[in-house]
């Protein structure tokens, strides 16, 4: 058992094989070859991630610190006292991001095969997305800051290949599409630069970036674990939906023992013994100042400037106010890419960071409280733009926008357990409902081409858009599995009971709840917001449904679709089978249901590693009004939508006219936030660009003092040199040199003889100043 | 210290088989044996490698002083000798030299110009002279061959660029050699002054001088005699650089060189200025330092914003990756006036890093210019699509020059930073800040070049049909990757090589920073 840590190195190791097979062999390898290499490197780091989680089952949830062999060190400067190794962390924290990146991960690796059949680049796309699953796995791994870095920007690059995959789209599409992908890089450094800063004061306030050090002990509210407990803590684990296999083990492991003793305190380790974490618990105690340089700041200030920074890269990973404008452009990319990275997983790495470093957030209160707000308003801008939009994926990227307010907003008002609940949960729908839509927009294509094939020789109708909502309508009959996943997943996450986003977003009203009754406003202002979000989100959910599935088709294409095949169906069920389960992972004390799955299971679980982490107490007020919004909101669009009228005559939204059209407008023009970043960023940057290159550097530094100071001060000072010196008594001594020179000059047929005069007597001059110089001391003899 | 022997050392090994080659070549016809030349100059810089890898595992990283070194008259009656060794500062450097220059001269075989204008021999010899004279610098410890060396390089220089290079060649090469040599003569007077006045040009016999309180430069303002022998050797060295704002000699040098005379530009020349400041600026005056770190480390800043944004305008991809230098070595001098062993190990490690990735970059311009015959980022795009191999080994060029964690550039750009930021001689919180965006403009200019180039539409008729890599010319990038992915994962080995000589280097900045204190009132 002990040793079963050590497997941890080949959960990244699988995918690294998969995508070097797929670089180099993936064309011979063919489709099927290729696709399935990658799925089974995905496969096979999900397998190792059920064997940590049932490790730590059954070890009494002790985290384990594992060194990878061979490259064990990474930035050691032995001097400096700076050491920055690669090493892994295995605690129910990483394991449950584990579990749902290589999970999810595998079902959409599999579902690619099917939707990205025929492209040219078939091998390089699998290639790109075990790339992004090894960085994504070095996140969330990394038992350092510098190392979850590593993580955290390959998965930028991994996204930036993905976003721009067909940056070679005929009619300008190509263009976008590389355009999508160099924002979301450059925005996402911008959030980085933040990350950076905060590990530069991380680093010179804690000496270390580890997060935890061997032998430290994490959670020390914890009291020492009676057995009873430990064994019901097992039990929930042994429930975790996606993990069928470890039950076995789990159950085999628990004779073994029982016995451990945890030491409950760190009383015993000097400071540099511990991790960022404990240290910042310890040296709070006494709020130790902290001196960088010249400056010197209280350790509450240190801290708020840390998690401030943090905050900055976590708006840009997590698409937050005010960096969030770089995930719709990034839907350019292949559905599948859309549903893990940018739902799924890689956005979600900014609410795991905060939730890594609960320990720093809790002590900064002022900048939970601005985690709160910026969460929450997100949730709301980004539900309402949800709202107006044609585009399939585009609103379900509003959607993840929206959805990662949530968590963030959890964050805020410190319900880290809540956060990493709706992690869990939203993974499950959200790349359902991508997947699901990746499948409409593969029915619609095949539509298309099946009414094309007809008409031969006939004019395309080139406006279509299999992505464009006002295209579909009645995809019910056509693809009726589709349609079961899709509903499925849109009940999710409009929260109805008993799906999985019902428990996992009640359980975050209900935190603020508790927060604001504490007496904190951000909690009140984060209930009342997240709400309302919730609204708009059934909302805009239920439109989408009516427009693509109900009704009759508005195009040839969507009369002549087709379901998609098994391999892409499967996945579908699967996400749909975990989005109706996924809320039991949690259960709150109510009717009864925490008898049979347990009460709080994934907290018990999480506090293990988030200091943090606390139940969320069921608030069944709250529970019924974001019912009753939610359900108030699928009638309100069903009357809207429904039937016929999902969009109107002229192709436009019913709701484009009369007194709601100002509205819509705002939305659908989603409030003018890349308008706004292109006249105060973008242009000015440009701008200033060209200014600099051509003007400043150009034309004054270049051409000017070159030619105006310098070119003119070494001709005065060749003039004089050349004339009293050069033809008197030097003349004589470099004769020989200067007619190498000459011949050099003449034989280099250059014009510009002026200037090699000019260096020639530079040269000279040199020589003479050796000359004299050294003869000082010669003289002084 | 460490002993010195007059018996041949595998540093001057190391330093005189590019002029054995040079020799050889001298005595070969070009007419007759092209392609022995090519390959005797290609063999030489290659033995010199290896040579230098020898030197390697010669080298002791536990100890701090000079190492494998050799000393020799040469001439007595000015005190001058030939003395030559490596330490923790210079060693990763001779290492690049003998690195790139292979693979510059490997690259030099595809590259048209040279069969355009002929007096291929006369190249190799000027490419081997050039490998003698940058190592030279490197090893040199006494400062009259330091600056005997550092004037060498400029001839073969001038001359590539002069004879080989683009349209505006002539000018060009002027222009380099006139700045590089005002700088230099701010130097000659300095290292002049300090060799007469303390009777000697060996610099661990002045460094031990200055320890022992026999030999003092006084500083007191920054006007006073040590500061201006400071500023004597830091504008030479700034020039070569460039340090913000005497780069205007560079955005000319590089477009009009010849590929190869880009790659040893910028791979490794440039580096001259850096190494020279940590080696003379920092060993010979501490306090001169200790007092303009925060000057030149404002410089340095405004450097790396400035060299990016002026990049991110540029036209003509050689143009970009040239004003990208100004920015990248702007992060090594930020780190070298950190005056911390963060900052300084950093800044020597990101001289290599540079000198890979930017090589690199050069390499993979020349490459593609080979094909098309021009420079203008607007005549690409859709390159991945015609040459995807090519593509991907550019893209990790191009990563490793933006700095992405896992690659090369990153570790030495954060070990600068990190540095800098807990500087205790500037407020390198405020500083680090403001360097820090330069990581956010990094990503901009390059990722603006990589769309570009290569992505996009492949709506060029020219460009549809270029030809996959050479075999060479994989030869000449595969190790290029290989040392980036192996410094960005395995930085360790490399610092530990300079850790105890750049230990001993702040240690003695450390103590005149407490001398100062002492003596303030």
Known sequence: ?781 | MAEVSNSLSLVTVVLFLPVVGLLVLLFMREKTQLETIKWTAFGFSLATFIASILMLIAYDSGEAGLQLAERHDWLPQFNISYYVAVDGLSILLVLLTTFIMPLAILSSFRMGVLQERGREKLYYIFMLLMEWAMIGVFVAQDLFLFYVFWEVTLVPMYFLIGIWGAEERIYAAVKFFLYTVAGSILMLLAILFVGNKAGTFALPEILAMLQSGDLSFPMDGLLSTQSLLFLGFLIAFAVKVPIWPLHSWLPDAHVQAPTAGSVVLAGILLKMGTYGIVRFNLALFPEASLDWAPIIAVFAIIGIIYGAWVSYAQTDVKKLVAYSSVSHLGFVVLGIFALNAQGIQGGILQMVNHGISTGGLFLLVGMLYERRHTKALDAFGGIWKVMPVFGGISLVVVLSSMGLPGLNGFVGEFTILLGSFGSEHFNGVLYTFFATLGIILAAAYMLLMFQKVFMGELDKEENRNLPQLHWQELAVLIPIVIVIFLIGIQPSPFFNLMDASVGELVARVGEAATTIASAAP
């Open chain 1, 1 to 781: 058992m002990e040793s079963i840590p050590r497997i941890v190195p080949l959960v990244v190791v699988f995918p690294i094989i998969g995508l070097i097979i797929n670089l180099f062999w993936g064309r011979r390898l063919g489709e099927k070859g290729a696709g399935w290499v990658a799925s089974v490197a995905a496969l096979l780091s999900f397998a190792m991630s059920l064997a940590l989680a049932g490790y730590l089952v059954s070890n009494n949830f002790q985290a384990a610190i594992v060194n990878p062999p061979l490259i064990g060190e990474w930035i050691h400067i032995a001097s400096a006292n700076v050491n920055i190794p690669w090493q892994m962390r295995v605690d129910t924290l990483s394991v449950t991001m584990l579990l749902v990146v290589t999970g999810v991960g595998s079902i959409i690796h599999i579902y690619a095969i099917g939707y990205m059949h025929g492209d040219e680049r078939f091998a390089r796309f699998f290639a790109y997305l075990n790339l992004f699953l090894a960085f994504m796995l070095i996140l969330v791994l990394g038992n350092n800051f510098l190392m979850m870095f590593v993580g955290w920007e390959g998965v930028g690059l991994s996204s930036f290949l993905l976003i721009g995959f067909w940056f070679d789209k005929a009619k300008g599409e190509g263009l976008k599409n590389s355009n999508a992908a160099k924002k979301a890089f450059i925005v996402n450094r911008v959030g980085d630069f933040g990350v950076l800063m905060s590990i530069f004061l991380m680093f010179w306030t804690f000496s270390t970036l580890d997060f935890f050090k061997p032998g430290e002990v994490v959670n020390t509210h914890l009291a020492e674990v009676s057995h009873g407990e430990e064994a019901a803590a097992e039990e929930a684990e042994a429930a975790t939906p996606e993990d069928e296999s470890h039950d076995a083990e789990a159950a085999a492991a628990e004779g073994e023992h029982g016995e451990v003793v945890a030491l409950t305190s760190n009383d015993h380790l000097e400071l540099s013994e511990m991790g960022v974490f404990g240290q910042a618990e310890r040296m709070l105690e006494d709020n130790q100042d902290v001196t960088f340089g010249p400056i010197t700041l209280s350790l509450k200030t240190t801290i708020t400037l840390i998690t401030l920074f943090m905050l900055l890269g976590v708006t840009g990973k997590s698409a937050q106010i005010p960096l969030f404008v770089w995930l719709p452009d990034a839907m350019a990319g292949p559905t599948p890419v859309s549903a893990l990275i940018h739902a799924a997983t890689m956005v979600t790495a900014g609410v795991y960071i905060m939730t890594r470093s609960n320990v720093l957030f809790v002590e900064a209160s002022f900048t939970s409280f601005l985690v709160a707000i910026i969460g929450a308003g997100t949730a709301i801008m980004a539900g309402y733009i949800a709202i107006a939009q044609w585009d399939i994926k585009r609103v379900l990227a509003y959607s993840t926008i929206s959805q990662l307010g949530f968590m963030v907003a959890a964050v805020g008002v410190g319900a880290y357990s809540a956060a990493m609940f709706h992690l869990v949960t939203h993974a499950f729908f959200k790349a359902l409902l991508f997947l699901g839509s990746g499948s409409v927009i593969h029915g619609m294509e095949h539509g298309h081409h099946h009414v094309h094939e007809d008409e031969h020789g006939a004019d395309h109708d080139d406006d279509f858009d299999p992505q464009d909502m006002r295209f579909m309508g009645g995809l019910i009959t056509k693809m009726p599995l589709t349609y079961l996943a899709y509903i499925i997943g849109t009940l999710a996450l409009a929260g109805i009971f008993p799906l999985a986003g019902f428990w996992s977003k009640d359980e975050i009203l209900a935190d603020a709840f508790t927060h604001g009754s504490d007496g904190h406003a951000d909690g009140w202002i984060v209930l009342v917001l997240l709400l309302l979000a919730a609204g708009f989100t059934a909302f805009y959910m239920w439109r989408q449904v009516e427009m693509v599935f109900h009704g009759k088709p508005r195009s040839e294409a969507a009369a002549h679709a087709s379901e998609s095949p098994v391999i892409m169906t499967g996945p579908l069920m699967a996400l749909a089978f975990l989005s109706i389960v996924g809320g039991f992972l949690n259960t709150p004390s109510i009717l009864g249901l925490d008898q049979i799955f347990g009460l709080h299971r994934m907290t018990t679980w999480l506090e293990q590693s988030v200091v943090n982490a606390h139940a969320g107490e069921f608030q069944p007020l709250i529970a019924i009004i974001a019912l009753g919004l939610a359900l108030g909101a699928i009638a309100v669009a069903r009357s809207v939508y429904g039937g016929e009228k999902a969009v109107t005559e002229d192709g436009s939204d019913p709701l484009a006219k009369g007194a709601t059209a100002g509205l819509w407008q705002m939305a659908h023009t989603r409030l003018h936030w890349d308008e706004f970043y292109d006249a105060i960023a973008v242009r000015p940057y440009n701008a200033t660009a060209y200014f600099l290159a051509n003007i400043v550097d150009w034309e004054f530094l270049h051409d000017y003092i070159h030619n105006a100071i310098i070119g003119r001060g070494f001709k005065g000072l060749g003039d004089v040199l050349s004339k009293p010196v050069d033809l008197g008594i030097i003349d004589g001594v470099v004769n020989g040199v200067g007619s190498v020179i000459r011949r050099l000059a003449d034989w280099m047929r250059q014009s510009q003889s002026g200037y090699v005069r000019l260096y020639a007597i530079s040269f000279l001059l040199g020589v003479v100043l050796v000359l004299i110089i050294l003869l000082i001391p010669m003289i002084n003899q």
